[in-house]
């Protein structure tokens, strides 16, 4: 049986006509990342050309398309390891050149120290850099004016990178980082609604096993999610164009933290579902009333979900306004189904009360469902998170701080703690 609406603001086909997808393009990664690095790079290599005494500085553009990433932070933080690389590298082959020279034994020595090297300066994924930039000097006549070379090279594909991403800023990746999210809480809805569906009727072990697998597999998509949340949070810090990072990274990331814990509390109901359905192979799972308003309050919380999701992800303060009150109204008609629902299932125990805790455990899977997607438990978790990353933040790093609130040019904003509604609370 599908309730009325089962379908509502589940996604079909796009509909998208050409134009449109060609004009979607500039929101892809891929295509961003590749015509940001082309464009760095070229430019780089015109620098270059111009400040270095090499016929061919290769080095800079190719720094350059190394450090632009697709967040300035991410920027930043790859310009300054790929530096401190090349420079610890040409350290460690001037140092070698002038001691013992290049052969066999020197070149494995010099290997092992540039790798230990970038360890201890902590360039991450730029440590065969070290070694790479060290092995590059040792092999040319004039070691020394080529490591300086290679050094001021390295310095102007970085500066260019990080200038491009400064003047063409990138774009802010929320929206992406939000549609996942609502991806993720329509694809646990769909779940929630086939389950629902059958508890009304004969549920065959397997059907039962195959709910709980696809309810596992809602891992791979958390992880996806959370990949595309982590290039949000980079996209948003010391961004210029962003006045309320901070606020948008804590919303976002306790929203998922909040979807992640619904989809254990719904692998567990899906295996609670499973042990009931090998207890009763050769009749309904419950009686058809009991399985109905199962049913209802099961769709019911999946719209819930959905609506949180909005809420999470939207950035204007009427839809916000509009989204928390259409998750208010779904919580408050689950919990009124929800009392419906643990009438029936007492009455029914008390008749027969054959796996009684299974039917208790299925109430109490729900019951974690309303209390993770409760307004008022949302509201001061949201809080607790934003205050936190906020005294984290200013002791962490107390001048990144500053020069965050330079760069944006005005004041840190006031945050006031959201009023939103609790609907009816549940004995």
């Given amino acids: 049986m599908r309730l009325p609406g089962a379908n509502k603001d589940d996604k079909g086909g796009s509909g998208k006509g050409p134009l449109t997808e060609l004009l979607d393009l500039r929101h892809d990664v891929t295509v961003t990342q590749t015509l940001r690095s082309t464009a760095a790079a070229t430019l780089a290599y015109i620098v270059a050309l111009w400040l270095s005494s090499e016929p061919a500085p290769l080095t800079a553009p190719l720094t350059a398309l190394l450090v632009v990433q697709v967040t300035l932070y991410s920027t930043i933080t790859t310009s300054i390891r790929r530096v401190n690389a090349v420079v610890a590298g040409v350290l460690i082959a001037i140092g070698f050149s002038v001691l013992v020279g290049l052969s066999w034994w020197s070149l494995a020595l010099i290997i092992l120290a540039s790798l230990l090297a970038g360890r201890l300066v902590r360039v991450n994924e730029f440590v065969p850099e070290v070694a790479i930039s060290a092995m590059l000097v040792l092999g040319v006549t004039h070691a020394a004016g080529t490591a300086w070379d290679r050094v001021l090279e390295t310095l102007i594909g970085a500066v260019v990178g990080l200038l491009f991403n400064v003047v063409f800023v990138p774009p802010v990746w929320v929206g992406a980082a939000g549609e996942s999210i609502e991806d993720l809480a329509r694809r646990m809805r769909r779940l929630m609604r086939d389950v629902g569906e059958e508890l009304t009727s004969h549920t065959p072990v397997e059907r039962a096993a195959a709910r709980l697998r696809e309810a596992r597999r809602l891992d791979n998509g958390i992880a996806d999610v959370d990949a595309a949340l982590r290039q949000a949070e980079d996209s948003l810090r010391l961004n210029p164009r962003v006045k309320e990072g901070l606020l948008h990274r804590v919303v976002l990331r306790t929203g998922l933290d909040t979807l992640e814990i619904c989809a254990v509390v719904l692998r567990v109901l899906t295996r609670t579902i499973t042990d009931l359905a090998k207890e009763r192979q050769d009749e309904d799972l419950f009686a058809p009333e009991v ?77 974690r469902l309303l209390d993770e997607l409760d307004t008022d438990h949302r509201s001061q978790r ?6 936190r990353s906020t005294r984290e933040q200013r002791e962490r790093h107390p001048q990144l701080t500053a020069f965050t609130q330079w760069l944006r040019g005005v004041k840190r904003p006031t945050m006031k703690r959201p009023t939103l509604k609790r609907p009816g609370k549940r004995p």
């Fill in 291 to 367: 399985g109905s308003a199962l049913e209802e309050l099961l769709s019911q919380v999946a719209d819930a979900l959905v609506s949180f999701a909005v809420l999470v992800t939207t950035q204007t303060s009427e839809a916000a306004e509009a989204a928390e009150d259409r998750l208010a109204g779904d919580l408050g008609a689950a919990a009124a189904t929800r009392e419906r629902a643990a009438h029936l299932l007492l009455e029914g125990v008390q008749r027969h009360p054959r796996q009684w805790q299974l039917h208790g455990a299925l109430l109490s899977d729900i019951d």
């Fill in 382 to 387: 949201l809080m607790e998170e934003l205050d």
